[in-house]
Each structure stands twice: as C-alpha cells, then as structure tokens.
C-alpha cells in the first residue's frame, strides 16, 4: 500500500467500515427478502422512523467528540416533550408549543451544562441524575398519563414537520437531511466544533491556547437539550400523542448508532457521516429480521453482534489497542 | 543589576503577586523585558517560573501588581490569552499545546480562526497559510507533511517546531519559550537557538525558561533567578561566567536547605 492510500484509510477508515456493513446487510436483506426489500415501502417507512435516532445521534456525536457524554436525553425528550403538548392543550398553537418544547430543553441543557462546567461533576454521573430527575418530572407533571393530540394533525405545524410531501416523503426526514448538512459544518468548519474537538482532544492545550473551553461545554449540553427537545416535538407530531415513558427506548440505539458509526469514545475525532449511516444501521435491523422471518426476539441477539463486530473492527482499524 | 536600559521596555511587571489556595506562588515581581532582548527565567521547581510565564500569556490572572505591555498599561484582571496576543505576546507552552489528533491547519489557528461573521473557518485560507508555515518557515517536507496531517505523526522536534512556528506566524513582538529544548535531538535544539537569535535580530523580545544552564547561558542576555516565588536577583551576560550562574543558583538551592 502507498502512503497516501494508507492515510486515506487512516482518515476515512471509520467511513468506509460502517459503509460496507450497511451495504452487506442490505444486501444480506434482498437476497433472505426480496418481497420486502426490493419494494418502495419499506424504505418509506425507514424514511419516517429512522430519523429520530438519526437526529439524537447526531447530537450525540458532539458530545463524544468533546469527550462528554449525555445519559439524560431521553428524560429531556419527556419534559420537552410534555412542554409541547401542555401548551397546545392550553392554548391551541402548535408552533407555541415547539418554542415551549424547545426552551424547556435548552434549559435542561443548561442544568447539565451547569454541572458539569460550574460544578465540575463528571457528565456521565451528572446526566444519570437529570436522567432520573427529568423523567421524574415528567410523570409526576402529568400524573403519570398519556396526553391525547390528535387535534395537532390540523395545524400548519404538523405539516410543515412531520406531513407526508407528495402524500409519501415524510417531512421530517427532510428536516433530518438538512440538518445533517447543517451539522457537519457546524462539526468541520465551525470555530463551535473545532472548540468541541479540541476540548475533546487535549483539554489543557485548548485552555492554553485561548479556546473558550467552557463556553464551548456549556453550549454543547446546550445544543444536545434543543436537538432532544425538538426530536420529542417531532414524535409527538408523527405520533399525535405524548405518553410519560417517551424517548426511553432511544438511549442505547442512539449510542451504538454512534459507536458503530466509528467515532471515538476517547474523544476529539467524529463522523457525521459514519453516525448517519451507523442510525440506518440500526435502523433497519429489526424489520429485516421480522421480513426474513425470523421471530422479534432475534432482534436484540443481531444488535448486538453487529455492534460487537463494528466496534472490533473500528478498533483494529483505528489501533486502539494499549500496548 | 542589569536594569539600566533607557528604552521603553516591551514588558513591564511591578509587584506582581499570585497565591494559589493561600500559598504564595510569586511575591512581589518587578520584571521587565526590551527589545532585542533575550531574557532567561531560571530557577528550581516550584521557583513561580511556570507561574510567571502563565501570567504573561494571559492563561491565569495575577492576584495584583501592574502590568505594562510596549508602555501601554494593561488590566491584570482582564488580561487573558486573547489579550495577550492581541497585545502581541506569543507564548509556546511546556507541553506544546497540540491537539494530537487534529490536522495541521487547525493546530495552527487554535483558539483564533480565521472566520467569517457567522464562526464558519476559512479553511482553504487556513490551509495556505499552514504550508507557508511548513515550508517557508520549518522548512519541513516530506511525504504526508500537508496542513491536512495529523500532529500525531510529527516528531518531537517537529512538534516544538510547529509549535514554535504557529508563534511567529502572528508576528508576535514578545515570544515566551517555556522549556523549548527539553527532549529534543541536538540539531533540534540548535534549531531551536537559531530561531531565539532570530527573535533578537528581528529587535523582538524572548523570554527562555530551562532548565539547561548551558542552554540558557547560550541562548540570553540577562538572567532573571527565581526561587520560591521571589526573585533573588538578575544578572547580565557580561557580569557572571556560566559556572558563576550556576553557583548562585546552588546558593540560593542550599540557602533553602539551611533554612
């Protein structure tokens, strides 16, 4: 191999693993369930359910790539979530309640932020707390209930978030596309996400070389709130509900969506696009394992095994390994 | 003493103090630097070297004290990295303050991009002017050596020189070397020397902290001690043999064992 197609692996190695994964088990999926996988529906389905973990993350890759973690976005989806249907349930105006939603976990960004920055807690302890607590909040503010929103299907709101372009394209799957583009240059060419890598990176050299380092913190925790809020605004939307245990099945398919995507837990290197393709990833397992007829149980065993065998490759690639 | 120059000092420090946690890291300070002139900061560990020169570069704030920078006062409570270069004080840190895992580019523009209104980098920018750098400046070259490489393929010597590099490309008129030669080859450390008489030639100042005598005696014109956050006196080349520096050094050593 020559040197400059060395560096190309060792660049986009993470890529290109994650890249070959989805194309073997699309691949594996055609040939076990052509009826299935060489139709349209499905994938318009994929369109309408993947971009939620997509989406989250996203979000996450920020803040692993600063080294940070964020244990408490499911529970911010809730509150966030419970924000959005509250003020629509008071006062009719969806559009008001996204800003609520939004707001609301902005804030609880800030409480992390606060924490972590001000306090000087570790992330992964601080968000287990506000994990519990936001969750907490949540059901103890609706009294453990589902709220019905079936009136939000009306709104201008709806449409513009979640409504069916040409009566089939999922609007948020747009949404999910335009803010991809928008993140990898906030990522790779913003001084935000610069300030994010090198925080992840080399904390001390950051702060000596005039980074704002905790400026950077508390608005990545920040950003991680708003993202959650609007992901939970957009279920709602799609669901036409809120419900206490919302978000709560997101946590770990956002994480391996991640980490199979190839970026790093140590910090200060990310994919945007190994997080993207990680997400679809993810998903598509279950429903091409219940479409080759297998029973749902398998699904959990697959995850797993995929997750298992990206990381160990991602792992060799990248030599991790502590001699 | 040495303190007899008649122009305008580039740096000027006055009874600069800092305790961390109650203890006294630097007690009363007065410290001033010319142009064209080399100035090494010596002294045992924990003698406020390291103290001093993160004062300087604004990555910590003195406690009090006045602080003149090319006879211009400047606000020590406000005095921050971003201030200090904006005053023209370069500083290459001990550790050399890279981002192992980042390109080239971005470890020359850390902290002060080059952006647009909205915080977007100008990337291709950033790129040209990191291989005017590489080449025009190191004179590295190489295969992989682009703006686009990662620190973590440089050498040490080629570590310290981007780092040094990245000093002089902002046109720094006051540049503080913390430990430059430590682990370095020979012919790095020549490199290194080279580039301090350069910043003297160029009538620019340089602060030297080392821990090498025969470095130090080499590389300055004057020589500010320190030793347990005071200074203990300062001495010009022509005044003191390098063996007479190092004996005041020791002196000061035992004097502390004494007492």
């Known amino acids: 191999m020559s040197a400059s197609s060395r560096s190309f692996v060792r660049t986009f190695g993470p890529q290109i693993g994650v890249t070959i994964l989805l194309a073997v088990l699309l691949s594996v999926f055609m040939i076990a369930s052509p009826q299935t996988f060489l139709g349209a529906r499905i994938y318009l389905s994929f369109l309408s359910t993947i971009p939620f973990t ?270 | 003493m040495a303190d007899t120059n008649p122009a305008v000092p580039l740096v000027a420090l006055r009874r600069i103090c800092k305790s961390f946690h109650g203890a006294a890291a630097l007690c009363d300070i007065d410290f001033c630097l010319y142009p064209g002139e080399v100035v090494a900061l010596l002294g045992d560990n924990g003698a406020g070297k390291s103290t001093l020169v993160k004062i300087l570069s604004g990555v910590i704030t003195a406690d009090s004290g006045e602080m003149r920078i090319k006879g211009e006062a400047a606000d020590i409570r406000r005095f921050t990295v971003k201030a200090a270069r904006g005053l023209g004080v370069e500083t290459v840190h001990q550790d050399r303050s890279l981002g192992e895992k980042q390109p080239l580019w971005r470890n020359v523009f850390m902290g002060r991009h080059r952006t647009n209104r909205l915080g977007f980098i100008d990337v291709a920018r950033e790129r040209a002017e990191t291989l005017d750098i590489l080449h025009g400046r190191l004179g590295l070259r190489g295969p992989g050596l682009n703006a686009d490489a990662e620190v973590g393929v440089l050498s040490g010597g080629e570590r310290q020189g981007l780092a040094i590099g990245r000093a002089m490309h902002f046109q720094a008129d006051i540049v503080i070397l913390d430990e430059p030669t430590t682990a370095l080859s020979l012919t790095e450390v020549g490199k290194v020397l080279e580039f301090i008489g350069q910043v003297r030639a160029e009538g620019k100042a340089c602060l030297f902290v080392s821990h090498n005598m025969a470095h130090a005696y080499m590389a300055a014109d004057r020589f500010f001690l320190l030793d347990r956050g005071a200074c203990i006196g300062q001495y010009a080349k022509s005044e003191l043999s390098q063996e007479g520096l190092l004996r005041a050094l020791m002196d000061a050593a035992s004097g502390r064992v004494g007492a």
């Not at chain 1, 060419?189 to 904390?203: E, I, K, P, S, T």
């Not at chain 1, 790093?264 to 080759?292: D, P, Q």
Request: hydrophobic share 60%; net charge neutral.
């Open chain 1, 54 to 323: 997509t989406l989250l993350a996203l979000g996450l890759t920020f803040c692993v790539a600063a080294g940070e973690m964020d244990l408490s976005f499911p529970s911010v989806m809730a509150i966030s979530g419970l924000a959005f249907a509250s003020v629509f349930t008071a006062c009719g105006s969806a559009a008001l309640g996204v800003a609520a939603a939004l707001a609301t976990g902005v804030l609880a960004g800030l409480l992390n932020g606060f924490l972590v920055v001000g306090v000087g807690v570790p992330s992964i302890i601080a968000t287990i707390g506000t994990q519990f607590f936001w969750r907490g909040a949540a059901i103890v503010l609706a009294d453990g209930l589902a709220l019905n929103l079936v009136d939000v299907r009306e709104t201008a709101t709806y449409d513009l978030l979640v409504g069916r372009l040409f009566g089939v394209i999922p609007a948020h799957s747009l949404w999910c596309l335009g803010l991809t583009v928008v993140l990898w240059y906030v990522m790779h060419r913003h001084v935000f996400g610069d300030a994010l890598l090198f925080v992840g990176d080399n904390y001390r050299a950051a702060k000596m070389m005039g980074v704002a380092v905790n400026r950077a913190r508390y608005g990545l925790f920040m950003f991680m709130g708003g993202l959650s809020a609007f992901v939970a605004v957009l279920i709602c939307l799609e669901m036409a509900n809120w419900w206490p245990t919302q978000g709560e099945g997101y946590l770990l398919l956002v994480f391996a969506s991640v980490f199979i995507g190839g970026t790093s837990v140590f910090g200060g290197k990310a994919t945007i696009y190994g997080t993207v393709v990680g997400s679809i990833i993810i998903g598509i397992i279950e429903a091409g394992i219940i479409a080759a007829g297998l029973a749902g149980f398998w699904t959990r065993l697959v995850y797993g095994l995929i997750i298992i065998v990206s990381v160990s490759v991602h792992a060799l690639v990248l030599k991790t390994k502590r001699e």
